[in-house]
């Protein structure tokens, strides 16, 4: 009876883990100079680029050495308002709203907002 409860326990416990893990988002809102954006887990401003469509990337190759991907795990699973978008190249990246995320090798610091209105307004910061 004892290894019953045992197991009912473990059970118990990974299903309240699965469900904390899945409410987790892969990005959070802080305040720039133009106001309130997504960041990533390090503070830095998360980019849309208008040349994607919904549930694709268009910034491949060069682009994404300038634009880097909020990257998913290969596990990782859409909930609400994110979802997971596969790259050409087979990578996992996070979307919000259909929306592929980006940031932007020329912001040094959380908060900076470098790219936004780059190449002719095409990247913009996200918004909550």
């Known amino acids: ?3 019953s409860l045992k197991i009912a326990a473990a059970i118990v416990m990974t299903t309240a883990f699965g469900a904390l893990a ?3 988002t892969p990005a959070k809102t802080a305040q720039t100079s133009k106001g309130a954006a ?3 887990d390090k503070g830095m401003t998360l980019y849309t680029f208008a040349k994607d469509s919904a549930g694709k990337s268009a910034c491949n190759g060069p682009c994404a050495v300038n634009w880097p991907i909020l990257a998913a795990s290969a596990d990782a699973k859409a909930s609400g ?3 997971v978008v596969t790259r050409d190249d087979g990578s996992k ?3 919000y709203k259909g929306k592929p995320l980006y940031t932007f090798k ?3 610091a959380a908060g900076d ?7 002719n307004g095409a ?5 909550p």
């Not at 907002?113 to 190449?119: C, F, H, I, Q, T």
């Open 81 to 83: 308002d994110w979802t």
């Open 123 to 127: 990247w913009q910061i996200a918004k």
């Open 106 to 108: 020329n912001d040094m």
């Open 22 to 24: 899945q409410a987790a």
């Open 113 to 119: 907002v470098k790219g936004d209105g780059l190449l």
């Open 38 to 40: 997504l960041v990533n």
């Open 1 to 3: 009876m004892k290894t």
């Open 93 to 95: 990246m996070w979307a």
